[in-house]
């Protein structure tokens, strides 16, 4: 017999649509279900995606309040900046200053001399001369009027160089001082009768004036001939003086000022000036707290949006009949009852001018909850008790001594007042000669020194020539501060002489402030047989009479109450050292209270992670469900089937009897009467 490969054709029945059908009418049901609850998941975190998007606004809110540096912004103006421009570099106290500026710092300028014979040139490609050009940097006293050079003594700041002539063309000198990259420019100059070669140093004031001595090739360094055309020194002025070296003179509030730089950063204490002409400016400084108040509005601006988007989360509307998406939630009246309980919250001790919002202009309307700022109230705190709203705001410490500054508090620190307590001041790392230095250095012969300072190793090897102790000292200051693993590590040191004996000295505070000079030709004429060492110590003693940590000249505090706490001690006083008085201000509170919701593992994020594991299970629901109705459809199917492979037998075996009854032989009735 046949078997059915198409459902319906042996009944002509429409099989696959009674399957769907039937398959459809069992689904309708726990779809129906599973789409409303995932429906009421999918609203709830929607809500907790607008209610984690207004707090993470307040939580941003909160940055500039929190820290305390926010509150020292400093606005510095001058009256003709025409003269010279103001700028704060740090927190300069407030105040105005008269400033006269006389004259600006010039650079040293020198050119070859048309007056000599063998420097009237006439192409680029004339020749001077090849040789060595050595390069110090330093202060000269010299007379151009009358070509005496008296003297030069070198920067302590600035090695001197050496530059390899092997081109003694002018453009060939040219490029190879600039290429040397020694702090030198060179240039060529037209004067309309001949070309001059100029060379300038690339920094201003009276320090920076060059000496220039030659190792001519036609071994004559002095005459007017050769390479020497481009020496100026004691020996040689063959170069023409264009421009004298010299210092920056002004007058701040009447005191005299010299500078080598037009860019003076120390002049007045956290600000730089930067000088553009002779000329008398006003310089004021003061207090700029427009940042301050706008950080203010900005925190109340944010807090109260953020009680609008709770009124529309869990607000219901008579008129509508429609619920906020997270009516009734706990979670969202837990949040907004701890952040009106915090701001409701005094900072600080009961004497504190400052300790609660409304001291400072800002209260809370009694019907919407929402802060409310009295501008006239909040203007004049910020103008007349800065460092009270920092308190009221910030993570910050306030120190009784000026020689101790508060830096920075962990997560452990606790609210409070600690007595400060010194027991060893920081100092820095030193190497000492044991004899005077040999002030002679022969290239080859005792020239280089191994030395690791601060742990960073460095081989420099000194200019060849004969010094003074100090010029001796700023050569092997310049050498170190200049080598570029030093450099690019920020360590840096000061060489200094006593009768002749040289000492090195890092700048840096702690224990990691070490300086060797471990090896090296030049170690035993400059710092004799026994030369010692001393390495630098960390700061030491207690905070609120527990132990602390140094690290430099920073102090922290180890455990307990104090952990974490951080200060910086300068001065030179050991012993008691005051108190600091640790505070941890509304905007530190809310930043912290809103980290333990929004953050990786706060209690929105857990909120927001049961909802979407729901969905997820009702996701494995839906593919257990069309499982289950794959599999109720198989089964119907094959029931269909095989109704439908019955009825085909049955029409197939009618058919079979109809066409056997038709095929019987006919009675002839007739016939059988007769």
Known sequence: MATISSPGIGSGLDINSLVSQLVAAEAAGPTSRLDRQETRLQVRLSGYGSLK????????????????????????????????????????????????VANLAESHKLSTDPALANAQFTSLTDTIGTGTLTFRFGTTVYDSGTDTYTSFTQSA????ATVKITDGTLQGIRDAINQADIGVTASIINDGSYYRLAITSNDTGADNSLEISVDDDDLNDTDGAGLSLLAFNSASTNLTQTAAAVDASLTVNGISITSASNTLNDAIENMTLTLKQAGSSTVKVASDTSNVKTAVQGLVNTYNSFLDTVDTLTGYDPDTQQAGTLNGDGLIRTITSGLQRLIGTPVGGPNDAV???????????????????????????????????????????RTTDGFVAFDSASADTRVGEYAV????LATRGSFTGSAAANLTITAGVNDTLVTEIDGISATITLTAGTYTADTLAAELQGKLNEHADLKNNGVTVEVTQSSGVLTVTSNRYGSASVVNITGGTARADLFG???????????????????AT????????????????????????????????????????LNDYLEQIIGSEGSLGRATETIQDGISRINDDRERLQLRLDSIEQRIRNQFIALDTLLSQLQNTSVFLGQQLAALPQINVSQKSG
């Open 355 to 397: 300790r609660i919002l409304a001291d400072i202009g800002i209260t809370t309307d009694s019907t919407t909850g929402k802060l409310i700022i009295d501008e006239g109230q909040l203007d004049d705190k910020i103008a007349n008790n800065i460092e009270d709203i920092k308190a009221l705001f910030a993570v910050y410490g």
């Open 53 to 100: 998007g207004a707090l993470s606004a307040l939580q941003s809110a909160t940055n500039t309040l929190s820290d305390f540096r926010s509150y020292s912004a400093r606005s510095v103006s001058s009256s003709d900046t025409d003269v010279l421009v103001a700028s704060a570099s740090g927190e300069p106290a407030i105040a105005s200053y008269d400033v006269s």
């Open 157 to 160: 700041d600035k090695s001197s």
């Open 529 to 547: 047989s026994s030369p010692t060492s001393a390495d630098g110590v960390d700061v030491a003693g207690t905070i609120g009479g527990l132990a």
């Open 550 to 589: 140094g690290n430099g000249q920073y102090l922290t505090g180890a455990s307990g109450d104090v952990e974490g706490l951080k200060l910086l001690i300068t001065g030179t006083q050991t012993g008691n050292r005051g108190t600091v008085d640790f505070r941890r201000g509304y905007a530190s509170q």
């Open 421 to 424: 307590n010194i027991t060893q």
